[in-house]
């Protein structure tokens, strides 16, 4: 049996257990492959999302002239896309919380898919603004569950530090999404910044599936999940915001509602309303 003066002589094995664990607790979080390839994966859409939202700038003119549009029309077929897409967001990450992580961002990616394609295959500007709204509520998923993912798999210390990936995809596509719509407008044809957009599209439906594996799904039939969203709330929301977004310029700067609306401040109201 151990004596006293051989405790004294020897390190505590009590102190260096509590040695160890501080060093497992200050020991700092690395991700795992898995981790790896889900900020891979949504890097890459956020690369797409950043491209698409800046590569129709240069292209307006032509578009405007090729559908037989006014520089109105021009304009919204950028602004409709960008207008759904933030009206959305809020909506798609309520969803996620229910129906599941993986899922809303498959259906983001097959939104953005399908607008994208409704318009390259576009012959009028009504068309046009139809797939850009659908590619928005796409492009809008993909930008909000992004974030929500990251918040799902990287302890809240280290986001910073890893979330880099996708803002540099970001500043990535903003900074030559203009200059490949300009060299597609002139090379060959405006329906091309739309086709652009499938490699990226087709990279994401597979890699989703294998990657993005975050149960985060309530457990709930699907009836009682459907129950669980308030669809009334969601409405009111999307369509009030929608025509906040849609009239504060001409409330602000009413000479930008002179032509359309001929200043009339009372119908400006009626979509605050």
Request: net charge positive.
């Amino acid at each position: 049996m151990a004596t006293p003066t051989e405790h004294k002589n020897h390190p505590s094995m009590v102190s260096v257990s509590m040695e160890e664990d501080i060093s497992t607790e200050t020991a700092p979080w690395k991700p795992l492959r898995q981790e790896y390839l889900v900020m891979l994966t949504i890097s890459i859409l956020s690369l797409m999302v950043a491209l698409d939202a800046t590569i129709l700038v240069p292209v307006l003119p032509a578009l405007a002239t090729a559908l037989h549009g006014t520089s109105s029309d021009a304009f919204w077929a950028g602004t409709s896309y960008l207008l759904t897409s933030a009206v959305f967001q809020p909506f798609i990450a309520a969803l996620s919380d229910t129906f599941g992580r993986q899922q809303l961002l498959l259906l983001s990616v097959l939104f953005f898919s399908a607008g994208a394609l409704i318009c390259a295959l576009a012959n009028d500007f009504t068309l046009l603004f139809v797939g850009r709204s659908i590619q928005g509520i796409g492009g809008g998923g993909i930008i909000t569950l992004g974030q929500v993912i990251f918040s799902d798999i990287i302890p809240l210390r280290q986001r910073p530090k890893y979330f880099s990936f996708v803002l540099g995809a970001w500043a990535i596509g903003t900074i030559i999404g203009p200059v490949i719509g300009g060299a597609f407008v002139q090379k060959l044809n405006w329906r091309w910044i739309f086709y652009l957009n499938f490699p990226f599209c087709v990279a994401g439906l597979i890699m989703i599936p294998l990657f993005v594996k975050i149960n985060t799904t309530v457990k709930a039939s699907l009836k009682q999940k459907i129950q669980r969203v308030d669809w009334l709330g969601s409405f009111l929301f999307i369509g009030s915001t929608t025509s906040v977004y849609n009239n504060m310029p001409n409330m602000i700067l009413p000479n930008i509602g002179g032509p359309q609306y001929n200043r009339n401040m009372g119908v400006l109201i009626s979509y605050l309303l």
